[in-house]
């Protein structure tokens, strides 16, 4: 059985104190989480401060995007080694908004992914339709799509360490989170796509996350679905007791 997997990306908030109130408050309401793996994701600026709270805790810390290079000229970005050299664990890669704000396709977030990989660091690689191309019924095509361009090339052995989160581009910060049968239809076609790609043992210890519009009020009818393995949490990973209601849902899960 599939180990339940909740994240929070905090985007592009909290400032210094912030961060400390908000990993402070976390590791004091998850200390009885046993079964289910917790992830966070600051700002990069707040990486140092979140990864010495951290230490010798049941809390994971990630990186919200990295270049796919090690080192260079290339103002403004980030590579694996430094992620990693900060503490992190995870990196989260081709988030909706890199793709849509930053133009991000897939096979940037395949050489992302190599880059990862390059320095121990796990990806979470996420995938998702626009609205409109949900209404026009392309929504599995367009998702398998970025599935198949954003794993090919890796080994099963590579693709064992995947985490994969489908996040339906029109409920990212939205409020409108897609139905719980939805997902699992995504999730399924994405397990099934991972199958084809490295094998069906890969594909049954990926652990695939929905991501959109996560709340305390909606976690408990999408993490009760076997095809969904936790979520990647966007605004409610802000507030302590919000993410930890949605952890202790997965734990109950």
């Given at each position: 059985m599939r180990r339940k997997f909740i994240a929070g990306n905090w985007k592009m908030n909290t400032t210094r104190p912030e961060t400390v109130a908000l990993v402070q408050a976390l590791i004091q309401k998850t200390q009885a989480i046993e079964k289910t793996t917790i992830m966070v994701a600051p700002p990069f600026t707040n990486l140092q401060t979140a990864s010495e709270l951290l230490k010798n805790s049941k809390i994971k810390l990630g990186g919200q995007n990295l270049y796919w290079e090690d080192k260079g000229a290339f103002t403004g970005e980030t590579s694996g080694a430094m992620?990693?050299?900060?503490?992190?664990?995870?990196?989260?890669?081709?988030?909706?908004?890199?793709?849509?704000?930053?133009?991000?396709?897939?096979?940037?977030?395949?050489?992302?992914?190599?880059?990862?990989?390059?320095?121990?660091?796990?990806?979470i690689i996420?995938?998702?339709?626009?609205?409109?191309?949900?209404?026009?019924?392309?929504?599995?095509?367009?998702?398998?799509?970025?599935?198949?361009?954003?794993?090919e090339g890796?080994?099963?052995?590579?693709?064992?360490?995947?985490?994969?989160?489908?996040?339906p581009v029109w409920a990212i910060g939205t409020g409108r989170a897609a139905t719980p049968a939805d997902a699992v239809q995504v999730h399924a076609m994405m397990r099934a796509?991972?199958?084809?790609?490295?094998?069906?043992?890969?594909?049954?210890?990926?652990?695939?996350?929905?991501?959109?519009?996560?709340?305390p009020e909606n976690i408990e009818s999408f993490i009760r679905e076997?095809?969904?393995?936790?979520?990647?949490?966007?605004?409610?990973?802000?507030?302590?007791?919000?993410?930890?209601?949605?952890?202790?849902?997965?734990?109950?899960?």
């Open positions: 992620l990693q050299e900060l503490g992190c664990t995870y990196v989260i890669l081709g988030h909706s908004e890199r793709r849509q704000y930053f133009k991000e396709s897939s096979q940037d977030v395949n050489r992302k992914v190599n880059a990862a990989l390059r320095h121990n660091l796990l990806p996420c995938v998702g339709e626009t609205l409109e191309q949900r209404q026009k019924g392309e929504a599995l095509a367009i998702v398998e799509h970025q599935v198949r361009n954003g794993l890796f080994s099963p052995e590579q693709a064992s360490l995947f985490t994969m989160a489908y996040e796509t991972v199958a084809e790609m490295f094998g069906f043992a890969i594909a049954e210890s990926v652990r695939i996350q929905y991501g959109g519009s996560v709340t076997p095809e969904i393995d936790g979520a990647l949490v966007g605004g409610a990973s802000l507030k302590a007791d919000a993410f930890a209601t949605i952890i202790e849902a997965a734990e109950a899960a």
